[in-house]
T-cell receptor, first 114, second 115 residues
Framework: AQKITQTQPGMFVQEKEAVTLDCTYDTSDPSYGLFWYKQPSSGEMIFLIYQGSYDQQNATEGRYSLNFQKARKSANLVISASQLGDSAMYFC???????????FGAGTTVTVRA | DAGVTQSPTHLIKTRGQQVTLRCSPKSGHDTVSWYQQALGQGPQFIFQYYEEEERQRGNFPDRFSGHQFPNYSSELNVNALLLGDSALYLCASSLEGGRNTDTQYFGPGTRLTVL
């Protein structure tokens, strides 16, 4: 079984500042993938960034970067230069070689202040 | 490039009724997964279809069933609706069987309300 833990239910960040969203995971599979999704109030789940368990470098996609610490089983998302449009719920998820589904955490709500 | 589409957007049903939700995958994708998201929670996996077969199922009762068509589109059927079935139903598509390296792309969801 796989499990994702997101301990921050809500965060406030000032526009143009960076914010780090925490994610820890638990899996017995040696090969797995970690994903971050953004869900605005409209409901659609938007893919942001992916990190494979065997990737040597931390993933980056524009203003999103993933701080992957395999030994600690953490995969924190960093959003740089926050914008008002970044206000949303953010979910961390995991899937593995032997498990097709995505297992999601409870999510973190981010509110960007002007 | 068309993304994942779902219909209808919203649906209101009463207890005991049956409902069918539809999903068309992203162009080029062959795998469809369905998730249920209750208010304030993360999505929960219902099942995944690949090559028109249910390949994996989450902890949902048999009232939840599905189908995948030859064009890779999919339906989710829920029978004997309960109040607790009220949720956002998300469809996701992926390529080549949805293994851990295959990103799942989500549709806008269908919001189901059971009265």
């Amino acid at each position: 079984a796989q499990k994702i833990t997101q301990t921050q239910p809500g965060m406030f960040v000032q526009e143009k500042e960076a914010v780090t969203l925490d994610c820890t995971y638990d899996t017995s599979d040696p090969s797995y993938g970690l994903f971050w999704y953004k869900q605005p109030s409209s409901g659609e789940m938007i893919f942001l960034i992916y990190q494979g368990s065997y990737d040597q470098q931390n993933a980056t996609e524009g203003r999103y970067s993933l701080n992957f610490q395999k030994a600690r089983k953490s995969a924190n998302l960093v959003i740089s230069a926050s914008q008002l449009g970044d206000s949303a719920m953010y979910f961390c998820a995991i899937s593995s070689l032997n498990d097709y589904k995505l297992s999601f955490g409870a999510g973190t709500t981010v509110t960007v202040r002007a | 490039d068309a993304g994942v589409t779902q219909s209808p957007t919203h649906l209101i049903k009463t207890r005991g009724q049956q409902v069918t939700l539809r999903c068309s995958p992203k162009s080029g994708h062959d795998t469809v997964s369905w998730y249920q998201q209750a208010l304030g929670q993360g999505p929960q996996f219902i099942f995944q279809y690949y090559e028109e077969e249910e390949r994996q199922r989450g902890n949902f009762p048999d009232r939840f069933s599905g189908h995948q068509f030859p064009n890779y589109s999919s339906e989710l059927n829920v029978n004997a609706l309960l109040l607790g079935d009220s949720a956002l139903y998300l469809c996701a598509s992926s390529l080549e069987g949805g293994r851990n390296t295959d990103t799942q792309y989500f549709g806008p969801g269908t919001r189901l309300t059971v009265l």
